[in-house]
């Protein structure tokens, strides 16, 4: 079963703290990880990509993947209310067909001015 | 650069009738193509996929069905639409970079079945 596992949320953050947002996935051998921003009643936006386990930093961005632990992560600093969205977490699975994605059902992310 | 075109933007539609949605990159040659459905509540899921025209690959059986007549163009249609239907229908495309890059996704289609 090809899982990607989001805790639905709301996480609430203050303006200008630090929002860490958290997924696992089911197959340890996966190889590519993805995070996406869906503005409500929009579709999804490409945040990230990350192949290698560590830390990929994109300016207030950091997406960190530890295959190990089948884990990857969203950090984002100096949150704005402008990233109060909700934030899919997307695998492609070892094996996978084509390369379909499979999306967690996504955490909502509420930053308060 | 590459762009994605997805009509109608909302429908609105009464249990039985015919569905169509259609789907236009530009931009790019031979991309793949694939349509999501995101229910109510629900994750985004894979429905259908495209490797080149006439190519459809179905993930999930039930009353749709996908047709790419041009390479760069993707239909979702149906011929009796369910209540069950109704969500957020999503156009994808990937390009030349390989089957491990990241979906880029049209504007959807807000679909309600009545």
């Known amino acids: 079963q090809k899982e990607v596992e989001q805790n639905s949320g709301p996480l609430s953050v203050p303006e200008g703290a630090i929002a860490s947002l958290n997924c696992t996935y089911s197959?340890?051998?996966?190889?590519?990880f993805f995070w996406y921003r869906q503005y409500s009643g929009k579709s999804p936006e490409l945040i990230m990509s990350?192949?290698?386990?560590g830390d990929k930093e994109d300016g207030r961005f950091t997406a960190q993947l530890n295959k190990a632990s089948q884990y990857v992560s969203l950090l984002i600093r100096d949150s704005q209310p402008s990233d109060s969205a909700t934030y899919l977490c997307?695998?492609?699975?070892?094996?996978?067909?084509?390369?379909?994605?499979?999306f967690g059902k996504g955490t909502k992310l509420s930053v308060k001015p | 650069s590459q762009t994605i075109h997805q009509w109608p933007a909302t429908l609105v539609q009464p249990v039985g009738s015919p569905l169509s949605l259609e789907c236009t990159v530009e931009?790019?040659?031979?991309?793949?193509l694939y349509w999501y459905r995101q229910a109510a509540g629900r994750g985004l899921q894979l429905l259908f996929y495209?490797?080149?025209?006439?190519?459809i690959s179905s993930e999930v059986p039930q009353n749709l069905s996908a047709s790419r007549p041009q390479d760069r163009q993707f239909i979702l249609s149906s011929k009796k639409l369910l209540l069950s239907d109704s969500g957020f229908y999503l156009c994808?495309?990937?390009?030349?970079?390989?089957?491990?890059?990241?979906?880029?996704f049209g504007n959807g289609t807000r679909l309600t079945v009545t």
């Open positions: 994808a495309w990937r390009g030349a970079a390989g089957i491990n890059s990241p979906l880029h």
């Open positions: 197959d340890r051998g996966s190889q590519s």
């Open positions: 990350i192949y290698s386990n």
């Open positions: 997307a695998v492609i699975f070892n094996g996978g067909s084509q390369g379909n994605l499979i």
């Open positions: 931009g790019t040659s031979n991309p793949n």
């Open positions: 495209s490797v080149g025209i006439g190519q």
